[in-house]
């Protein structure tokens, strides 16, 4: 079995920065990639941000040069740096681990980004 928790959502002015934090505990032998999804109001969920276990990255094209996706292996931790936020990037931000090896797929509780005046 698999957790995740996240930590690091909060409101935040327009143009600011936030980093979530993403630390996953338990077997992680399964895990391929980490994921950083969000979900704004009223919207689908869409994944904004990947990492394999190899160090691939990718950024859908919304966040692409805004968002940093980055791990640290010692610290099971997966972190989001979010910069020149605007109100368009309010979601609940969402961490996954796909261990599809496993045929699974792991979330985290979701946390809360607000980005207001």
């Known amino acids: 079995q698999v957790q995740l928790v996240e930590s690091g959502g909060g409101l935040v002015q327009p143009g600011g920065s936030l980093t979530l934090s993403c630390t996953v505990a338990g077997d992680t032998r399964c895990i391929s990639a980490m994921e950083w999804h969000r979900q704004p109001p009223g919207e689908e969920r869409e994944v904004v941000a990947s990492?394999?276990?190899?160090?691939?990255?990718h950024y859908s094209f919304a966040v692409k040069g805004q968002f940093n996706v980055s791990r640290d292996n010692a610290k099971n931790t997966v972190y989001l740096q979010m910069s020149s936020l605007k109100p368009g990037d309010t979601a609940v931000y969402y961490c996954?681990?796909?261990?599809?090896?496993?045929?699974?797929?792991?979330w985290g509780q979701g946390t809360q980004v607000t980005v207001s005046s």
């Open positions: 990492i394999t276990s190899g160090g691939i990255i």
């Open positions: 996954g681990a796909d261990a599809q090896d496993c045929g699974k797929y792991y």
